[in-house]
DNA sequence: TGAGAATGTCATTTT
DNA sequence: CCAAAATGACATTCT
């Protein structure tokens, strides 16, 4: 991508002198300073990606069974490993439940998308994100409606307290700095959240294509991390699909890495966009099924770049692991000719070599015929003819003449 | 902690 | 000419 599309490029240059290293540049880029370029894709990232949840996520893809291309764990060929649920599930509960707000959407913009329809029926707002003093798990119990932050960043939390040896014991009121860690520290494999179009907040959000929609769509402030809390099941919608805890499948004593423990940024976008299918239909279903799945519901202009953005992005994702696997097929393809080429030059070489030598035993007996036949020749008064003035030469034909040295025999001869 | 590998993403080119 | 695929380049994260 050419040098500048990533808005923090354009800081003053003295920043990026001083951060040398991309790390150092990105922290750099947190600071306040607002990017002065626009960067439409700024815009395309959930501000409240911390609040992902991967207990959310194993529990929509039981509903939502993966097709062929999974990016994501938990979106595999075979059967996600926790789900215990038949695919058609997915279709009947999912859709039913995200179908039906669609015959409300006429009435207004997205908020018909929301509860009680809508994921989980929570809402994605910074109003309702619980702060510090939010009361916690066991009281959330009773609220219905909890806020899909708050139980994102539980189950986050939880996630990441596996992912660190079970360390998310005592759940306090995190530190904004660590949940803010947390999402920078995203595994680029879809978890990667550090980039340049990252939106922690919505200053500095870029006036182009989507940013100001995704925008809207955002007006979110990181809340801090609860626990996991059983409250989540009973106030999703999905909660008649008991989920089970996320817990990938890892090697002993490897730690397993982020993206193992969550899915991608997409599908969080496409969660907060309130996307009624999933990432995976988005990405994968064919250019007929796709639009008339889009034309199903009634959605806004975000979600549709949204929606779009996660094809492109999804297909992309998978063209550039066909691109790097072909190209690791040409590197080990151009190795093979490269050992079959040497071994054909070693053999061209010793053909060569024979050649020569025999090359070199053929003029040795032309010379030595040439000085027999000559020394063999007499003018008319029966002299020899010195060499110095005459010498053999052969015709096309065959035929052999004396000539003198002055002259030459026409080529053609 | 730095280097290199792996991966995601965007812009551009190719098909 | 347009859409999709392929690819180069860059950024980030992982090992």
Known sequence: MPLGSHAWLFQPLEV????????????????????PSGDPRQGLDVPNEALYDPALYTLMHQMAPAASYGHCPTLGDSPVPSCSQPAPVYDHHYLDIMAAPCSRLGVGPVPAMDSPYSYSGMVISSTLDPGPGTPAVGQMDTNKTASLPGL?????????????????????????????????????????????????????????RLRSDYAEMYPVGYGPHY???????????????????????????????????????????????KIP????????????DFNELVSKYQLTEPQLALI?????????????????????????????????????????????????????????KLGQLYREVF?????????????????????????????????????GD
């Not at 999933?278 to 007929?288: G, Q, R």
Request: with cysteine; net charge negative; hydrophobic share 30%.
């Open 227 to 273: 626990p996991l809390l059983p409250a989540f099941q009973e106030a999703s919608p999905f909660a008649m699909q008991p989920p089970q805890p996320f817990k990938p499948q890892l090697e002993k004593g490897r730690v397993p890495p982020r993206a193992e423990l969550a899915c991608s940024r997409d599908e969080r976008r496409a969660l907060a966009m």
């Open 375 to 411: 020394l063999m020749l007499r003018d008319e008064a029966g002299n020899p003819y010195s060499p110095d003035e005459y010498s053999l030469q052969l015709t096309t034909e065959g035929g052999v003449f004396l000539v003198p040295r002055s002259k030459k025999l026409d080529s």
């Open 308 to 364: 779009r953005d996660i094809r492109r992005r999804g297909k992309n994702k998978v063209a550039a692991q066909n691109c790097r696997k072909r190209k690791l097929e040409n590197i080990v393809q151009l190795e093979q000719d490269l050992e079959q080429l040497g071994r054909e030059r070693q053999r061209l070489l010793r053909d060569r070599g024979e050649v020569d030598k025999t090359l070199g035993l053929m003029k040795q």
């Open 16 to 35: 990026l002198q001083e951060g040398g290293t991309a790390r150092e540049r990105v922290e750099e880029r947190e600071t306040p300073v607002p990017p």
């Open 277 to 288: 299918f999933p990432t995976e239909k988005i990405v994968n279903l064919p250019v007929d």
């Open 152 to 208: 994102l960043s539980q189950a986050l939390g939880e996630a990441r307290g596996r992912a660190e040896g079970g360390q998310a014991e005592g759940y306090g009121p995190p530190q904004p700095c660590s949940a803010q860690e947390d999402l920078e520290s995203d595994s680029g494999l879809s978890l990667n959240y550090s980039d340049g179009d990252s939106m922690e907040t919505t200053e500095g959000l870029e006036p182009s």
